[in-house]
């Protein structure tokens, strides 16, 4: 079974421009979080999403939006770019358990550089 | 909310030699935790995660960590290590009945020297 999946692997962004980067998660979940994790850091919440609906949301600014679509793919829009936002974008899904905490499994990450 | 510490950034040791990766976390309600492993330009593997029952959790290749609520701690062990396990470590919290959001600590570079 395939994984969650990540696109673009890596981007390369001059700052003021804004990016998309895409999210696919296992077949079956239907919760998608979002991760940044700047360079020699721990990953940082950004987003959550269930259901189409946000659950959750870290503290980044509003230049940071992010949407899931009805197959629960879902995109992180990073409008405005600045040098401070290269970093690897994590993706992680989750689905229903029968704990009462579901696991999230990551992707491999896009990798964002800003010029 | 929740906050990690990871006490060590690195932690070089000869292969077969023990190795303990210490973190300790800090909480308002109950917490989930969890160890994750990343590999240079990889995402994260879940290594070992507490969720209730019992304090002692291992992975299926050697690891082992302790819950220990009165010191707020879950540090991870091996009693010999391989050279494949050099890797960062990074240990994570979730609090119950919120958003499953993990807080991360901010690693540990573990280098298993020959």
């Known amino acids: 079974d395939a994984g969650v999946t990540q696109s673009p692997t890596h981007l390369i962004k001059t700052r003021g421009q804004h990016v998309t980067l895409r999210c696919s998660p296992i077949?079956?979940?239907?919760?998608v979080s979002w991760y940044q994790q700047v360079l020699g850091q721990g990953p940082q919440f950004i987003f959550q999403?269930?259901?189409?609906?946000?659950?959750g949301r870290g503290n980044f600014p509003d230049r940071f939006s992010a949407r899931q679509f009805p197959n629960y793919s879902s995109e992180l829009n990073v409008n405005a770019l600045l040098l401070g936002d290269s970093a690897l974008y994590l993706c992680?899904?989750?689905?229903?358990?029968?704990?009462?905490?579901?696991?999230?499994?990551f992707g491999p990450g896009t990798r964002l550089t800003v010029l | 909310a929740q906050s990690v510490t990871q006490l060590d950034s690195q932690v070089p040791v000869f292969e077969e030699a023990p190795v303990e990766l210490r973190c300790n976390y800090s909480?308002?309600?109950?917490?989930?935790l969890f160890w994750y492993v990343q590999y240079p330009n990889q995402g994260l593997q879940l290594l070992l995660k507490?969720?209730?029952?019992?304090?002692l959790v291992e992975s299926i290749n050697g690891f082992e960590a302790e819950f220990n609520k009165s010191q707020t701690s879950f540090h991870l062990r091996k009693p010999s290590v391989h050279i494949s396990d050099t890797a960062e470590y990074f240990c994570?919290?979730?609090?119950?009945?919120?958003?499953?959001?993990?807080?991360f600590g901010k690693g540990t570079k573990l280098t298993v020297n020959p």
């Open positions: 909480s308002s309600v109950s917490v989930y």
């Open positions: 077949s079956g979940h239907k919760s």
């Open positions: 999403y269930y259901e189409k609906e946000e659950r």
């Open positions: 992680a899904s989750s689905g229903q358990g029968v704990t009462s905490y579901n696991e999230q499994f």
């Open positions: 507490y969720l209730s029952g019992s304090t």
């Open positions: 994570a919290v979730s609090g119950w009945g919120g958003s499953e959001k993990l807080v």
